[in-house]
Nanobody
Framework: VQLQASGGGLVQARGSLRLSCVAS????????VGWFRQVPGKEREFVAA??????????HYTDPAKGRFTISIDNAKNTVYLQMNSLKPDDTALHYC????????????????????WGQGTLVTVSS
């Protein structure tokens, strides 16, 4: 499967953006898909993930994302979304979607090297 991320942009604090991760080549619901973000000089960090349908499609979030961000899947469009509300300047980062960590969800599932497939980044900039 190949992934293509889009939807980033410039938004004011407290605004919203919806990121899209479109899959091609395979059915995205067969994969666990995560969103990560990275700022210069820091390690890529986990934001949210939705598990593959065979594992129940459950969702996972970092504490800063809970209550503000929602990850979802549109099977008809073969796309995973990350709806980001109440954005803060600290959310400014290059955002990536990724897929295919090991099947069993564990602490390692929050760690970017566990993901085999990556899309290109989409930049989110939140102004104060």
């Amino acid at each position: 499967v190949q992934l293509q991320a889009s939807g980033g942009g410039l938004v004011q604090a407290r605004g919203s953006l919806r990121l899209s991760c479109v899959a091609s080549g395979r059915t995205i619901k067969d994969y666990t898909v995560g969103w990560f973000r990275q700022v210069p000089g820091k390690e890529r960090e986990f934001v949210a993930a939705i598990r593959r349908s065979g594992s129940g499609g459950t969702t996972h979030y970092t504490d800063p994302a809970k209550g503000r961000f929602t990850i979802s899947i549109d099977n008809a469009k073969n796309t995973v979304y990350l709806q980001m509300n109440s954005l803060k300047p600290d959310d400014t980062a290059l955002h990536y979607c990724a897929a295919d960590p090991p099947p069993a969800w564990c602490s390692g599932s929050y760690y970017y090297p566990m993901y085999e497939i990556w899309g290109q980044g989409t930049l989110v900039t939140v102004s104060s």
